[in-house]
């Protein structure tokens, strides 16, 4: 019920939610090929992981219709990843863990356009935080949710949340400190990806509750 | 954000609204009864399966109070379709396969009343089939989830995703047309049907991806 | 597209928001503890379970941003909750059954608060009883789905769905008549809280239908 102004969203949303649709998308695609889905399966799990963290987030928010609605390049690009999949995936499954890659990098493009729409809309910094996390994590979630597996992010030992909240961090100092959005928006994803992949190979960990060991 | 002007719904959302949340809640009531839940469970899992994809819908495109909420018949809707399933199942139960009877005829309803819905609130073509899709099949994954199985919508070999989109795209094609669209939608509704039905007696399956064999 | 005047919220929704919010934080963190989950873990565990049930109330009735994220206090309830177990779960396991008496009393408060807000939203006695009910369930139902669990809300023998309903309808009914809301809202959430614990201390269980013991 709050009394917004006409938001206008600047280019950082809609670029890092494309390249952040695409890659995951790209995640969520292989991930169905694996599992032996058929076509339909591919492209379900496709546009669930890649649309829908950005669905929740315009939808906590009020930003309706969702962008991946509302924007005529939003679906085409989750299809068009789960193309590239159906035909490629051989191809692509010669990269080392490419789920893993795919994954890490949505998780920055999505930290970052989460954490800079749910400002613009008047959010807060720390829930603007946890939008950029939602955001990062919720495509992601739902597809494992819908393969009947624990998601990634409650998983051990896998610094997945405190990537994508680092991602959603910069922003939201960035833009207490009045940087440009553009730049912060990529430093805010190559440290969440960087964080992601450093803790993928070297195994960092993050300690359990004192005396849960 | 969009300056919509009132948005008037015709007679079809209304009407296939309704009847995808009957015949859906008995599929869900029946699951209910096969898990051997009790009352609430069997009521839980009406309402889920009737409700669930409207929902999330209505919330997708800032429909709000989301019609099941704000529309006098739709909750009800399920409760009736719960209580005939708690009382009478036995009776059911002799029809052959009725929870994918319903499931079928639910997905028909729910595919057109989606797509209906996202045009009337000025969404473009291809996500309109999207809505459409995620109307028919939600509520019928949401309650396969909370069974902690995988839903139907990811199992191989049942053209389920694909006979949503058949009778999504048949009101979007109808609607570019300028074609009526209460006919448009019975023939929508049918075609969904249909395929559905084809798909389960003949074994009909959906190819997957080349070399995932 | 409902023509809303300022909705104006009485201390009633927020209290029994922030009360329900943290002891259903508490519960949500105390599982993830005991699922041996790490650091971040325990935090998206008190989130999801805290706040999820609220997020979905207020997207259904559309009421966005949703008060998880515009207001300052939602959050910082499910955080310092989460705190409070990753620190001190040892201590706090040491009581009889805490996630079940943590979630019995969420039930209570979030069950008032949902009918409470559905109502000040102009939603019906009925749909306002579910969406008390939905408030009350959500968070504990994604969080065990999240876990790969069934939820509680499906479990037999357990008056939990039934528990939410009472305090939920103990609102709607006060409302009807003209009952000062915060006693109502009180007598809600006890009414809730005591049949909860009694159908679990006694093993008071509902019915299933008729021929499917």
């Given at each position: 019920m709050n009394e917004l102004p006409p938001v206008v969203l600047g280019p950082v949303v809609l670029w890092a939610d494309l390249a952040g649709i695409f890659v995951s998308a790209l995640g969520g695609a292989l991930l169905a090929v694996r599992h032996k889905l058929d076509v339909f399966g591919v492209f379900v799990l496709a546009i669930v992981t890649g649309l829908a963290g950005g669905m929740a987030r315009d939808m906590l928010i009020g930003a309706t219709p969702v962008a991946a609605l509302a924007n005529p390049l939003y679906l085409p690009s989750a299809l068009a990843a789960a193309t590239v999949v159906f035909f490629g995936h051989r191809l692509i499954e010669r990269a080392s863990q490419p789920v893993m890659l795919f994954d890490a990098m949505a998780l920055g493009f999505f930290a970052v356009a989460g954490a800079r729409k749910a400002l613009t809309y008047g959010i807060d910094p720390l829930p603007a935080v946890l939008l950029g996390v939602l955001t990062a994590v919720g495509g992601g979630a739902l597809r494992d949710v819908l393969l009947a597996e624990v998601p990634r992010v409650l998983?051990?030992?896998?610094l997945y949340a405190l990537a994508a909240m680092l991602g959603a961090a910069v922003v939201v100092v960035g833009d207490a400190l009045g940087l440009p959005s553009a730049p912060v928006g990529i430093v805010g994803a190559l440290a969440t990806f960087a964080l992601r992949m450093v803790s993928v190979r070297f195994g960092v960990t993050a300690p359990r509750a004192p005396g849960s060991e």
């Open positions: 998983k051990v030992g896998e």
